[in-house]
Every structure is written in structure tokens, then in C-alpha cells.
């Protein structure tokens, strides 16, 4: 594979759960260059339906509450 700059990245981070994706939002947000691997194909047939109070301060630090609400 060519070199390409425009793929150049600080950091890859490897899974899109919410790990993963929380993890490559809060990079970004810090200014880094992140890319994220995931193998599965998105949306993907995931269980659950509940969410502690404490997910709130990093749902709200990601910007992720309105579309939550
Ligand atoms: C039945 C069940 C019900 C649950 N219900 C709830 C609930 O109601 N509320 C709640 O808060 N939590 C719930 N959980 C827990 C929640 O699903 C996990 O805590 C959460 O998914 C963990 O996130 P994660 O990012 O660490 O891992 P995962 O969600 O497992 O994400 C890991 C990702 O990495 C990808 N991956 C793995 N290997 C590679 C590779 N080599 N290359 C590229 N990609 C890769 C996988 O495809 C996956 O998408 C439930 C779990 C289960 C099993």
C-alpha cells in the first residue's frame, strides 16, 4: 500500500463499542488524529437496555446527550 499522509494518524484504536468509541471520540476532541478498526458491520444486533446514572458526565463530555434524550 501507497503512503498516503492524508491517513497518517497518532493513534488506532482497534473495536466500536462504546469503549472503543468513546475512547477515539474523546482523542478527537483532544486535538489527536484517531482511527478506529472495527471488523462487524454497523449498526450491528447488540442486547441492552439499560444505562446506569454514572454514564451521564461522559455521555455529556462526548456531546452524545441531546441525541440520546
Ligand atoms: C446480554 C448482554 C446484555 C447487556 N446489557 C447491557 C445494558 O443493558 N446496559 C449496559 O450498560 N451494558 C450492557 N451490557 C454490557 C455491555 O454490552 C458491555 O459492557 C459493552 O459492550 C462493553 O463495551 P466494549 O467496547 O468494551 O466491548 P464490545 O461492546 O464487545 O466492543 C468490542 C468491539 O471490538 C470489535 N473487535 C473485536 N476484535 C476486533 C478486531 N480484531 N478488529 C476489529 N474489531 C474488533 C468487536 O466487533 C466489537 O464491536 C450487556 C452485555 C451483554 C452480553
Avoid at 16 to 45: I, N, S, W
Avoid at 55 to 62: E, I, N, R, V
Avoid at 63 to 68: E, F, M, R
Amino acid at each position: 500500500m501507497k503512503y498516503d499522509p492524508e491517513f497518517e494518524t497518532d493513534v488506532a484504536v482497534v473495536g466500536g463499542g462504546p469503549a472503543g468509541t468513546a475512547l477515539a471520540t474523546l482523542l478527537v476532541q483532544m486535538g489527536h488524529k484517531c482511527c478506529l478498526f472495527e471488523r462487524d458491520e454497523f449498526p450491528r444486533y447488540h442486547i441492552g437496555e439499560s444505562l446506569i446514572p454514572n454514564t451521564y458526565s461522559l455521555f455529556d463530555k462526548l456531546g452524545l446527550l441531546p441525541a440520546l434524550r
